[in-house]
């Protein structure tokens, strides 16, 4: 079996996480030419294309494999530094400080659980970053090698990983008092909702449309949508007077006491499962970010 250069697997990874190779050059502290010959040595090796030079650059499916290679090797060495340090603390470390240990996280769970679970590793050392993205394509960045692990809405395991359930995130419908007294003084209603502008995260996000679908039984709705790309955000927004939007009860449910926002559905709530997937692989690091995530979704989510 050939062996691959990690050098080189680290200018391909980084060429691709940066989006080119002057910025990969400057990951890397090296130039930008030696990026070029390592990513040319490491296709002569390979006997294929692994990038394809487009805007934005996109790894071949060749080039998906060998990144994710790439992030194995992360994980083994991550793994390694682990045990070093635990066995002679005044150990160096590698050297390698720009690696990084990747995860993709829905946004709306970075917005409230998912954040302080990850405390402890990223206190410790850990070079954790986290991709957020919507909870329906999370498993994507997985699939495609891109991340580790992931929290997703998927509850089947992808081929080559493990997947446990966390629990369910409840979303309730917000809106700011005013607008409501003024657009909805009754709530949301069939006659009403495809009047009002919700706020979604993005032209992804079908929680808007899932929320007001389940809630009155109809098989489909067209809404009035404007996009935040922010669960921070779309509260702001609401907040604002921009109109209503679906978001996380733990996001919002000092607000809705407080007396700032106010549930424009009090009788419906859309409850989202959500599953950790991650690399099928004996690795402590991986286990460390499992159980950190467990027990914060214990903590935080409704169990099914």
Known sequence: MSTFDPDALECLAAIVEEGGFERAAQRLSITQSAVSQRLRALEAQVGTVLIVRSRPLKATPAGQLMIKHAKMMRLLRADL??????????????????????????????????????????????????????????????????????????????????????????????????????HCPRGLTTQNFHRLPFIAFNRKDHLQHAFVSEAFGLQRVLLKQRFVPSSEGQVRAVLAGWGLSVVPWLLVRELIERGELVNAAPKHRLGVALHWHCWNLSSDVLDGLSAALRAAATLSLRRA
């Open 81 to 182: 530094e682990k045990d070093l340090k635990d066995l002679a603390p005044s150990s160096a470390a590698s050297g390698r400080g720009e690696e990084r240990i990747s995860v993709a996280i829905n946004a709306d769970s970075i917005a409230t659980w998912a954040l302080p679970a990850l405390n402890e590793l990223a206190r410790g050392g850990l070079p954790v970053e986290i991709i957020a993205d919507d909870q329906e394509f999370t498993h994507e960045w997985l699939r495609e090698g891109q991340v580790l692990g992931c929290v997703t809405s998927l509850g089947q395991a992808l081929r080559g990983c493990r997947m446990e359930p966390l629990g369910v995130m409840d979303y309730v419908l917000i809106a700011q008092p005013d607008f409501a007294r003024e």
